[in-house]
């Protein structure tokens, strides 16, 4: 379809950097020239003007939760520092800086066409501009009216609570997040599923169980302090780049960084900053890892086991600490001491002196940072992974106190917002209270659905209506098949969104699916607010948009939710309409989401501010104690299958290997901006990232094409590239990799284990 002559994607805004070359040699460093070569490109493009006006606009950064600009300027951070703007941010802007689509495209092409889209093919058709829907037996989306739009949701919404449902990712304004959860809790429902369902739940699951609070104990200005950084699970120099800015800033004062990684990530071993110019261009970057601990996928309960074993063992621990502040810590000491150093050693695939090296580093620093992603949450004892860190954390005094701490690093650019403002299945006791009597109804304790739970529930036929407020639901899931069939269930769904997918083509309803194009965070009419992985919240400015309202009619979030909410309640018991006026959220979410009382004055003060109650300085959490509660966690059980196990005989050529599903740097989750990763050596989408060991003992060769398998699917002509990856261990990309696995989740999280997915390559 790409090649068709009238396509329209040529006249999109120039998004991508030319493909890299497979023959070149990969990066040394991460970040660095391509990095700059990338802004170079992108800022004297035309829409460059347009592009600095948007990077200057007082507004938070569209893509990761760092979190970068706000009512300082557009390039300053949280502890006011100058150029904090990355790559990353630049990509998001120009991509919401597209033309609108053109006219007739909905009616030239039909869903079976737009079904053949690639997912950066589909970011490309350019800005949504008006609603659409797709009807039963219809082969085109077609243009319809907001008026007839609120006409259907009103219908659509009138469903028993436990039949609709809602899911979010985090890009919205935290007045639009508080608003749609209002909305599900005005009607009775609690099915607010979120994308943290399928990211950082577990942190938020564990961390609130450990301290009281689920979110980072750690500011900006808190993580200058610190003397080591223990780096879990994290590509941060992809998917966080500026946080690589406070790693070589600890580096040069004489700081320790341990990294735990089965993928030798070279960013994390060396990077180049544009905000170390000197540094990025002459001597290819700064030292970031001070020690990179490969282990087994997985097996980061063991590794953590180990290392309090060994702090025990070389007498680092803070026994007097752990007796004043903690709970719990007797059972998690003898649970360490009584782990073998073999089966530590045989689960995690580390050697003792590694790990003992490790806990020296940890044991003699004064204050450590432990800070993690996706390679500890998205595991099935995702849970059991964020108290093993935790535990590591408080035997060695590392919480509550400046410059250490645990820190989920989070993902999507306001996901921690939409928690704080309610859209969870698991609301707090004292929001649940405070909605109540906002509400003049006790809030249901109907327990809601999560996203795996609410796939699970479609699948079933127990959903008639579904609002997405931005995400990709569709593609964020595993085995996509069942995603789609689930969705196929679903009578009506809504999709809320500023760019197409590739959900809004495959993800379609049983009757009706709905396109609705909103203006994105630094186009609002209004002011709105946005809240940090670091909790600090910072207010974004009101904007315009580039398209004309004769080309495009884009309505706000907020607007769009309290007509709905307007058309189902009238003014009771809250005035919906007034709240089109956002300082009147903000009202509602002083009175009910603590530690945001300050959110009342922002609008008067326009001081943005750091949540109370969650950056712990004193050893003293918010448990009901006081104290943090510590929590044995049991060693993980990794086994293989075998080829059988696929289908695939012990003869043939080929290999079982655990397969970690994750985002090359140009990408920002399922939506694809580049085709290739550098930093990894990966020259396009269809590749998998093996050891050459491996690859040699399956008989098998760098960049033959194979088959890999995984328990519900498969996909063939996949290349293979020998990479720095751990013997076992092999890497593909998400959302294409979805297809292949069901994927256990987390008990307690309902996070899927999209890291340890085991998977046969072999050739037929
Ligand atoms: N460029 C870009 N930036 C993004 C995003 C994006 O898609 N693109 N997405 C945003 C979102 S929503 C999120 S959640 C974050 C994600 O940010 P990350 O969590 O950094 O991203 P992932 O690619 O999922 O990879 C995590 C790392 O975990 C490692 N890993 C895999 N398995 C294990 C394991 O068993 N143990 C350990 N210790 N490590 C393991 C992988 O090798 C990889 O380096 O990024 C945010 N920022
Ligand atoms: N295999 C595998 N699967 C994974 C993961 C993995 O590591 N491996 N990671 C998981 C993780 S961490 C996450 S967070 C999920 C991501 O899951 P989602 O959040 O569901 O997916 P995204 O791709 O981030 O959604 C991007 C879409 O949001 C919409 N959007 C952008 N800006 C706005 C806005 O301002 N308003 C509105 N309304 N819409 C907007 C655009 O239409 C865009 O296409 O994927 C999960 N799935
Ligand atoms: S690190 Fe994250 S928040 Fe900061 S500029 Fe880059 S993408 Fe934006
Ligand atoms: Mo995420």
């Given at each position: ?29 991460g ?12 800022t004297?493009?035309?829409t ?10 007082k ?7 760092w979190?970068?600009?706000g ?33 007739e ?15 950066q093919?589909?970011?490309r ?10 009807r039963?037996?219809a ?10 739009v ?9 469903q ?54 689920g ?21 941060a120099?992809?998917?966080h780049?500026?946080?690589?800015n ?27 900053s544009?905000?170390?110019?000197i ?20 097996s980061?309960?063991a590794l ?13 621990i ?14 998690v000491?003898n ?24 806990a ?30 935790a ?16 820190m989920?690093i ?17 609301l707090?006791?004292?929001?649940k209270?405070?909605?109540s ?6 809030v ?16 079933e036929?127990?959903?008639d ?56 965070r630094?186009?609002?009419p209004?002011?709105?607010?946005t ?42 018991p ?9 300082s009147y ?14 959110i ?49 005989t ?14 090359s ?20 989408r ?8 491996d ?21 063939d ?5 020998c ?42």
């Open positions: 379809m790409n090649n068709s002559p009238d396509f329209d994607v040529n006249r999109a805004v120039e998004l991508v950097e030319t493909q890299p070359n497979d023959n070149e040699s990969h990066p040394s460093a970040g660095g020239l391509p990095v700059i070569q990338y802004w170079v490109e992108k004297l493009t035309p460059g003007l347009k592009l600095w006006q948007t990077l200057n606009h507004s938070a950064c569209l893509s990761c939760a979190g970068t600009g009512q300082k300027g557009g390039f300053v951070n949280e502890a006011s520092e100058y150029l904090q703007r990355c790559a990353k941010s630049v990509e998001a802007i120009a991509s919401e800086l597209q033309p609108a689509i053109n006219r495209f909905f009616q030239k092409y039909s869903i079976t066409q737009l079904q053949q889209l690639t997912s093919e589909c970011d058709l350019g800005r949504l501009n008006y609603p659409l829907i797709l039963t037996g082969s085109h989306y077609s243009r319809i009216t907001w008026e007839e609120f006409q259907i949701a009103t219908k659509a919404f009138q028993p609570a436990q039949r609709i449902a809602t899911y979010s990712s985090g890009r919205s304004s935290n007045e639009a997040a508080y608003l749609l959860q209002l909305l599900m809790r005005s009607l009775g429902s609690n099915n607010l599923a979120d994308c943290s369902d399928l990211c950082h739940a577990p942190s938020t699951v564990g961390l609130k169980q450990v301290f009281g609070s979110t980072s104990m750690v500011s900006l200005e808190s993580l200058k302090e610190s003397d080591c950084v223990v780096l879990v699970g994290s590509n120099p992809a998917n780049p500026r946080l690589m406070e790693l070589i800033k600890l580096r040069q004062r004489n700081g320790k960084v341990i990294i735990i990684n089965p993928q030798i990530e070279i960013g994390l071993v060396k990077f180049a544009p905000a170390f110019p540094k990025s261009l002459l001597k290819g970057g700064s030292d970031i890892s001070t020690l990179y601990l490969q282990l087994i996928p997985g980061d309960v953590f086991i180990g290392l309090q074993k060994s702090l025990i063992e070389q007498d680092l803070k026994k007097d600490y752990l007796a004043s502040y903690t709970d719990g810590w007797q059972e000491i649970y360490a001491q009584q782990t073998s150093w073999e089966t530590i050693t045989n689960t995690s695939g580390l050697s003792i002196e590694e790990i003992t090296a490790a020296y580093l940890i044991g003699t620093s004064e204050r450590v940072v432990f800070a993690w992603a996706m390679g500890i949450t998205q595991h099935s004892n995702g849970v059991d992974n964020v108290f093993s860190i535990n590591t954390a408080l035997i060695t005094g590392n919480a509550g106190k400046l410059g250490a701490g645990t989920p989070r993902g999507h650019s306001n996901v921690q917002g939409f928690g704080s403002m309610g859209v969870t299945v698991r707090k006791e004292e929001i209270q405070a909605l009597q906002l509400l003049g109804h006790p249901s304790e109907t327990p809601g659905y999560d996203t795996r739970a609410l796939i699970e529930a479609a699948t036929g127990k959903i209506t579904l609002l997405c407020l931005g995400g990709n639901l569709y593609a964020a899931n595993p085995d996509l098949k069942q995603a789609k069939f689930a969705l196929s269930q679903i009578p009506t769904i809504f999709y809320v969104a500023t760019k197409p997918n590739l959900g809004h083509f495959h993800g379609l309803a049983q009757h009706q699916t709905l396109i609705l194009p909103v203006f994105n630094f186009e609002n209004h002011q709105t607010t809240e940090s992985g670091n909790n600090f919240v910072r207010l974004n400015d009101p904007g315009t948009s580039h398209l004309q309202p004769s080309e495009a009619e884009l309505i706000s979030e907020v607007e769009l939710l309290t007509e709905i909410a307007h058309r189902l309640h009238g003014e009771s809250i005035n919906w309409r007034k709240l089109q006026d956002t959220v903000r009202e509602l979410i002083a009175k009910t989401i603590p530690g945001y009382q300050k009342a004055t922002i609008d008067k003060t326009q001081e943005e501010f750091t949540i109370e109650g969650r950056i712990f300085t004193q050893p003293k959490f918010a448990t009901s104690s006081g104290k943090a509660q510590m929590f044995v966690t049991p060693l993980p059980q990794l086994n293989l299958p075998s080829k059988t196990n696929f289908g695939i012990e003869e043939s050529t080929g290999i079982v290997l655990i397969l970690g599903t994750g985002r740097y140009g990408q920002h989750n399922t939506v694809v901006y580049q085709q290739g990763d550098k930093y990894r050596g990966m020259p396009h269809h590749c998998i990232l093996m050891n050459r060991l690859v040699q003992n399956a008989g098998l060769q760098e960049h033959q094409r194979v088959y890999v398998k995984g328990d519900v699917g498969e996909l002509n996949i290349e293979i590239i990479g720095t990856i751990r013997e076992g261990a092999a890497f593909m990309f998400y959302p294409e990799a979805n297809i292949l696995f069901s994927a256990n989740s987390d008990r307690r999280s309902g996070t899927p284990a999209y890291k340890r997915v085991p998977v046969c390559v072999y050739v037929k």
